[in-house]
Antibody
Framework: EVQVVESGGGLVQPGRSLRLSCAASGFIFDDHAMHWVRQAPGKGLEWVSGISWNSGGIGYADSVKGRFAISRDNAKNSLYLQMDSLRAEDTALYYC???????????????WGQGTMVTVSS | QSVLTQPPSASGTPGQRVSISCSGSSSNIGNNTVNWYQQLPGTAPKLLIFSNNQRPSGVPDRFSGSKSGTSASLAISGLQSEDEADYYCATWDDSLNGQGVFGGGTKLTVL
């Protein structure tokens, strides 16, 4: 079964850091781009970041550029999101997603995890 | 304020055909393909339509997508109670240094 499982969410104070992880299984991980999309409580979806199959291409939303860093380890079938200088507006459910293609840009978000909640509050 | 504009709500009765619109601009929908996602209550979103009008395996052919110029549309025929969900359109915007963009979502109610 194809699945992705997120972990690493929690309650963090403004200005602090958090690292999300995503463990993938059931498919050839390095054939696919990967993405993070978030959803604030009661709100819509926001694309956060994407990474191509070989980490050769990476993109970020303007709202997180310079603060968040996406990475992947194909040997471990894992995706990561390092989140620094967190703000209250980063509070959201963060979804790890398998891309439909191998490149991140123009990709479709194919298989979604259940998400991990990040709450930024003092 | 979302880059792509969707109506906040839509409704229909069982068996009816409903359509949800998604409006953008030349830098996003006008230049790139559109994908649609369905989010059932309390669950993660699911890819419903990709590349404007393609259905992933397992998605019923009651769901169809189309695109014309800077707008796209999702149509659901033979509406069923289990179709009650939030629907989001999405694409990529070339003018924003290449970023993914979503519509604000449309809550579909089956009356």
């Amino acid at each position: 079964e194809v699945q992705v499982v997120e972990s690493g969410g929690g309650l963090v104070q403004p200005g602090r850091s958090l690292r999300l992880s995503c463990a993938a299984s059931g498919f050839i991980f390095d054939d696919h781009a990967m993405h993070w999309v978030r959803q604030a409580p009661g709100k819509g979806l926001e694309w956060v970041s994407g990474i191509s199959w070989n980490s050769g291409g990476i993109g970020y939303a303007d709202s997180v550029k310079g603060r968040f860093a996406i990475s992947r380890d194909n040997a471990k079938n894992s995706l990561y999101l390092q989140m620094d200088s967190l703000r209250a507006e980063d509070t959201a459910l963060y979804y790890c997603i398998i891309g439909y293609s191998s490149g991140w840009y123009l990709d479709a978000f194919d298989i979604w995890g259940q998400g991990t909640m990040v709450t930024v509050s003092s | 304020q979302s880059v792509l504009t969707q109506p906040p709500s839509a409704s229909g009765t069982p068996g009816q055909r409903v359509s949800i619109s998604c409006s953008g601009s030349s830098s996003n929908i006008g230049n790139n393909t559109v994908n649609w996602y369905q989010q059932l209550p309390g669950t993660a979103p699911k890819l419903l339509i990709f590349s404007n009008n393609q259905r992933p395996s397992g998605v019923p052919d009651r769901f169809s997508g189309s695109k014309s110029g800077t707008s796209a549309s999702l149509a659901i025929s033979g509406l069923q109670s289990e179709d009650e969900a939030d629907y989001y359109c999405a694409t990529w915007d070339d003018s924003l240094n290449g970023q993914g963009v979503f519509g604000g979502g449309t809550k579909l109610t089956v009356l």
